[in-house]
């Protein structure tokens, strides 16, 4: 299948997902991950009517933002980032879905401060509790969005989360529910609010959208698998 077809066969899916639980399919966004695929798929993407895609490397981002600076393309940050890089999410982001550390936090707010910039963000929590993944635990987050208010230059839009990669959609579930949880809790606590709940990959969309995500991340459902390096 080409990129298009992949493009109208998972908005079918994200449809579907949403009929079953009497959602607006309005309310989810599809944002293609264009990670190590090249320029032309994304303009195929693009002729098919996106403009948002995930990138989960800084430099990739910087350097494809670059290339297409006059195309009118929003780069959404959904990867892990090190302080190191933050100069290239705060100058070439739009979005930074993967917040998942004050530190990191507060050296992003310096940097977007500094060009006067003001950044939406999604703060990141590692739902299945797994060493190797990154973010705040759940019992961290609502201390930590209270801590991040100090950032003016970040703007908390709402939560993201890797669900664990498991057959088991019992476990996937119970990743999405802990997320719905604290979204909750969230609002209860800032008196609304963080309305993006960004959760669901090529693997488990389908049970995400179900369980209440606003943002499901696609790449190889998309571009299929990704190109060696």
Not at 17 to 42: F, M, N, Q, Y
Not at 76 to 96: C, D, R, S
Request: proline letters at 4%; one cysteine or more; a neutral charge.
């Amino acid at each position: 299948m080409t990129i298009t077809a992949n493009l109208a066969a998972a908005k079918d899916r994200i449809d579907a997902a949403c009929a079953r639980v009497g959602r607006d399919p309005g309310g989810v966004e599809l944002l293609p991950v264009s990670k190590t695929h090249p320029l032309a798929d994304i303009r195929t993407a693009m002729g098919a009517g996106y403009r948002r895609f995930g990138e989960s490397r800084p430099q990739e981002l910087r350097d494809k933002a670059v290339e297409l600076a006059d195309a009118g393309v929003a780069w959404v940050a959904i990867g892990h980032l090190q302080t190191n890089k933050v100069k290239l999410v705060a100058e070439h982001a739009a979005e930074f879905q993967a917040l998942g550390s004050l530190h990191v936090a507060e050296a992003l707010d310096r940097r977007l401060q500094a060009l006067g910039r003001r950044l939406p963000v999604l703060v990141q929590v590692n739902s299945s509790s797994e060493p190797a993944k990154g973010g705040f635990a759940p019992d961290e987050v609502i201390d930590a969005v209270a801590r991040l208010r100090s950032c003016d230059a970040l703007d908390v839009r709402g939560l993201m989360t890797l669900a664990v990669n498991s057959p088991d959609a019992d476990a996937v579930r119970a990743c999405f529910t802990t997320m719905t949880d604290l979204q909750s809790r969230l609002r209860d606590a800032h008196g609304g609010g963080f309305d993006a709940l960004s959760m669901g990959m090529s693997g488990d969309f389908e049970l995400a959208i179900e369980c209440g995500s606003t943002c499901v991340r696609l790449g190889t459902t998309i571009f299929g698998p990704r190109p060696a390096l």
